[in-house]
């Protein structure tokens, strides 16, 4: 058969609340033209994230109610462990109640001033815990990223020439730790080939500078490496991922995306002295080290979550709904980054409003016209996200793409949802002509997107 199905019955549903256009500008201007402002009751179709916005299946709520709430040695957490170690092969497993906090505890335990940490591309919270210990987080992406419309594989790699230069440069001493993210989110989402991590590791172990996987989408690199790579073919997804974390030292894990739950994370190493400190430092923050900061119950759906993400069904499902997405959009010739991501669609606002100047922001343009359209919520990842404010001088920097992230959330929306996003984007597409751009009204010195207020510089909305 062609048609690829959603591979689930729905059991329980969420109503969506209809809106008007003219409720919709109300509101945008309310929060400041920023759709983190929004309440979601007031969004028809969200894509901000695909993180920790899952629909869990009836197996983990039924893992729900027999998560274990004791607070030491909970048989919740030693399921997880037991899932992690199985398909991650890490021998420590350090739960924390999502992506970020393992970043603060790993970054806090092994970066000082004067410290640099390569990336393919840092992810934003994971730049900032970089930054916030006063560490330079620097991107190496392949070059090939930057053919943005052209769909080759594995654009999320990371540039290994360039990492041998950054090494040669400031030495592998002030090099604590490599990372590499799967997929690159704010690389377009894009896949890092197995080829490229074993590249990577070779690298970082002839530098004896440990390896680390940002691992939130594992399982949907590990399934595009089955898809395109050359050798993975007749692999399951399952070999796939394992074989991926064998090159590595250890992983930061944020289970609001691959591991299919609401909330949750972990840290996995296989370094014994660094397990000690981080968890020291977890039962500050974040708890005792069989829960770190989540109830049982949510281990328990994390650790289904482990399973059922691997099932190539899902993903083969999953992976068909972003690319419906993207195809369709893209034939119509709304630019976007090629191929499709794993989990969202990236459309390159820059190239679509080329009459607005990266520092008019035209992401954020697209995003608010999106949702005063037909009630969509995409997220800017562009100059809002990712410029930069000069503290003394005031003077902005651009960042180096100006995109708008639709972002699917696991088994939420079925096909007739995607095929009313697909008509709204071509909707505003087809005026893009009269689209201007934004500037920035108040913001905030770190992680400034999730709060910054915004005013048109054009007539927006058509009201004058
Ligand atoms: C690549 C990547 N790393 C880290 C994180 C942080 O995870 P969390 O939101 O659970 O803190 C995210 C979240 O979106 C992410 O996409």
Redesign the pocket.
């Known amino acids: 058969m062609k048609t690829i199905i959603e591979p689930f019955r729905i059991k329980a549903v969420e109503p969506i609340r209809m809106t008007t256009r003219p409720e919709r500008l109300d509101r945008l201007r309310e929060a400041g033209y920023n759709v983190f402002r929004l309440r979601s009751e007031d969004v028809l179709i969200d894509l901000l994230?695909d993180?920790g916005t899952s629909a869990m299946s009836a197996e983990q709520w039924a893992g729900i109610m027999r998560g274990d709430e004791a607070y030491a040695g909970s048989r919740s957490f030693y399921r997880l462990e037991s899932r992690v170690r199985e398909l991650f092969g890490f021998k420590h497993v350090i739960p924390t109640h999502?992506?970020?906090a393992a970043?603060r505890i790993l970054f806090s335990t092994v970066c000082r001033p004067g410290h640099v940490v390569p990336n393919n591309t840092h992810?934003d919270?994971?730049r900032a815990n970089i930054e916030a210990r006063g560490a330079q987080a620097v991107d190496l992406p392949t070059p090939r990223s930057q053919r943005r419309q052209e769909p080759l594989p594995f654009k999320g790699d990371m540039d290994v020439a360039a990492l041998e230069r950054l090494i040669g440069e400031v030495g592998p001493d002030r090099i604590p730790i490599c990372m590499i993210?799967v997929t690159n989110?704010s690389g377009g989402g894009q896949p890092v080939s197995m080829a490229n991590i074993r590249a990577i590791a070779e690298v970082c172990r002839r530098h004896e500078i440990p390896f680390y996987i940002?691992a939130?989408r594992f399982a949907e690199n590990a399934y595009l490496i089955k898809l395109n790579e050359e050798g993975y073919g007749d692999r399951s997804v399952e070999s796939i991922a394992r074989e991926m974390f064998s090159y590595a030292d250890g992983c930061t894990f944020?289970a609001?995306?691959d591991g299919l739950a609401n909330i949750g994370?972990f840290l996995a190493t296989n370094d014994d002295r660094l397990a000690e400190q981080e968890k020291d430092l977890l039962i500050l923050t974040e708890g005792f080290p069989t829960y770190g900061g989540l109830a049982g119950r949510d281990l328990e759906a994390i650790a289904i979550g482990l399973e059922e993400v691997v099932h190539e069904d899902y993903l083969e499902y999953r992976l068909a709904s972003v690319r419906y997405l993207g195809e369709h959009i893209a034939q119509e010739g709304v630019p976007i980054i090629q191929p499709p991501g794993g989990h969202a669609v990236y459309v390159d606002a820059g190239a679509l409003l080329p009459h607005v100047p990266p520092l008019e922001l035209p992401g954020q343009s697209l995003v608010a016209e999106l949702f005063v359209e037909g009630g969509i919520r995409g997220v800017e990842i562009g100059s809002v996200m990712f410029g930069r404010r000069d503290p003394e001088t005031g003077e902005e920097t651009a960042a180096p793409m100006e995109l708008v992230r639709l972002t699917i959330p696991r088994r939420v929306y079925t096909q007739s949802h995607i095929d009313y996003v697909i008509e709204v984007i071509l909707e505003v597409f087809r005026r893009r002509e009269s689209i201007g751009g934004f500037r920035i009204t108040h913001q905030s010195p770190v992680l400034r997107h999730f709060t910054a207020r915004f005013e048109p510089l054009y007539d927006f909305g058509g009201t004058g």
């Open positions: 994230t993180s999502q992506g970020r970043e992810f919270t994971t993210t989110n940002d939130c944020s609001k995306k994370g």
